[in-house]
């Protein structure tokens, strides 16, 4: 965690002229609270702003800070709340930055940071969100995101400023249940990693099958053991609300083994549950490029094809055909060399090469499509055949749905995907029973090489 940082020696000077700043910016603001509606003993927006700041840069002064506060603009909320509270704060600030100051935030900047709120608040935030005030504060140091930071007052419909104890506890439940979900993976436990799985968004159907849950939890498991290179330590909380908070992985290696920075959100709805957005993909394995036949690996997508090879590993075809010229090349001789897609049918399988075309005894070219639909004698790779369901996808990739059953992988500068159509299930009757117990039956199977 990051340590808190220190009051410099001008603080006071600087948290006057932050204050003399944001009076000025509060005059001018049309949508602010308005300071006349405020008695001799309730505090305005600057003020309350300075509090919670003065709170977030040391915490040894909360509790003087927090006494500072009428009653009536705390709306009953306990020392020790405020105190973790802008404990919770304090991590959004840079490591080594000395000193703050702040900007009541106005204008188009205001609307921005509100309208990315509503977009998943509460409807029992609807109002208040509406209603908030951004404080956005200047450190002296930069964040890794180079972002700034942002907290939120409340205000009433009388323009009074407060600190809404409900939004604050929102703010401390989306905090401890993100420690905690982070936590996990430390433990090294499969079973702990399944029990946060409903809260990432997965489909329920899933949530019926041990064996895939047992799957996704071994998969992020592995993802943060051998791809999240940052600790806990070194994540920068960059957002936090009543209706989520989100960080920064600042160095995650994707696929290919190269650094980049990655966004987990944490997000909270009407009813209170908590939910997290920690998408990883699946990706495609090389050792699936292949159309297997009979239980044996045949062709691999992308090779080159003949039709003696064809026949020799499939029998004859039901067909071949081609379609219209799609590129023209000229040979060295002068002659031209006339390139089209070849359509090769089996029974409930297609293969599709893209070359040159004469007859359908005399073609060549390389294998670019692999389509089944209904068969039971080829499958992709080894394992995956127009019989098997969503939950076999999902034990070979765990997380598949997150790309809705596309899969793709680069291999020695080439690109590849795997397309898995499901079938139309229906919404009610004994359709239903079969999904839950099985997962849902796949439709086709789509193997291509996206050659340029």
């Known amino acids: 965690m990051k340590k808190q940082v220190q009051a410099s020696k001008n603080a006071g ?15 001018a603001s049309a949508g602010g609270c308005k300071r006349s509606a405020f008695s001799s003993k309730e505090i305005d927006v600057p003020e309350m702003a300075r509090i919670v700041i003065d709170s977030m840069l040391d915490q040894t002064d909360a509790e003087t800070n927090f006494y500072q506060i009428p009653e009536e603009q705390r709306e009953g909320m306990s020392y020790s709340s405020f105190y973790e509270y802008v404990g919770i704060l304090n991590k959004m600030l840079p490591d080594n930055s000395s000193s703050l100051s702040f900007e009541i935030v106005t204008g188009e900047e205001k609307e921005s940071l509100i309208w990315k709120i509503s977009e998943n608040t509460k409807e029992d935030y609807d109002t208040l969100t509406r209603t908030c005030i951004p404080i956005k504060v200047i450190t002296s140091a930069k964040r890794v995101s180079d972002t700034p930071v942002y907290f939120y007052l409340q205000c009433t419909e009388d323009g009074k400023v407060y600190l809404d104890s409900q939004w604050v506890q929102s703010c401390m439940d989306l905090y401890a249940f993100s420690v905690h979900y982070f936590e996990v993976y430390k433990n090294d436990s499969v079973s702990d990693v399944v029990s946060l799985l409903p809260f990432s968004n997965v489909d329920p159907t899933i949530l019926r099958s041990k064996e895939v ?3 996704k939890a071994k998969e992020m498991m592995r993802f943060y053991s051998v791809n999240v290179k940052s ?6 909380l960059s957002t936090i609300d009543a209706t989520g908070l989100t960080y920064i992985q600042p160095e995650v290696l994707d696929n290919h083994l190269h650094a980049e920075e990655r966004v987990v959100r944490f997000t909270s709805d009407a009813s209170n549950n908590i939910s997290v957005s920690d998408s990883i993909t ?3 394995k090389t050792t699936e490029l292949y159309l297997s036949y009979n239980g044996y690996r045949s062709i691999r997508i992308g090779d080159s094809a003949t039709p003696g090879q064809v026949v020799a590993l499939f029998g004859k075809p039901v067909s071949v055909s081609c ?3 799609l590129k023209v090349e000229t040979q060295y001789d002068g002659t031209e060399k006339e390139f089209r897609n070849i359509l090769v049918r089996y ?4 293969i599709t090469v893209y070359g040159t075309y004469e007859s359908e005894d005399d073609w060549d070219g390389r294998y670019t499509r692999f389509r089944l639909w209904n068969t039971s004698r080829a499958t992709i790779g080894l394992a995956l055949s127009p019989n098997s369901t969503t939950w076999d996808v999902l ?7 997150n790309t809705d059953y596309l899969l793709e992988v680069r291999a020695d500068g080439e690109d590849y995907e795997l397309k898995v159509n499901l079938e139309e299930t229906n919404e009610t009757g004994t359709g ?4 839950e117990q099985t997962g849902t039956p796949i439709s086709e199977l789509i193997l291509s090489w996206k050659h340029r």
């Open 13 to 27: 000077k600087m948290r006057f002229a932050a204050l003399m700043t944001s009076v000025a910016l509060l005059s």
């Open 213 to 215: 849950l047992e799957e």
């Open 231 to 236: 600790a806990f330590s070194d994540y920068e």
């Open 282 to 284: 699946s990706e495609l």
């Open 323 to 325: 379609g219209p010229v």
């Open 347 to 350: 029974r409930g399988f297609t």
């Open 395 to 401: 034990k070979l990739y765990p997380f598949a749905d």
């Open 432 to 435: 239903d029973t079969i999904v």
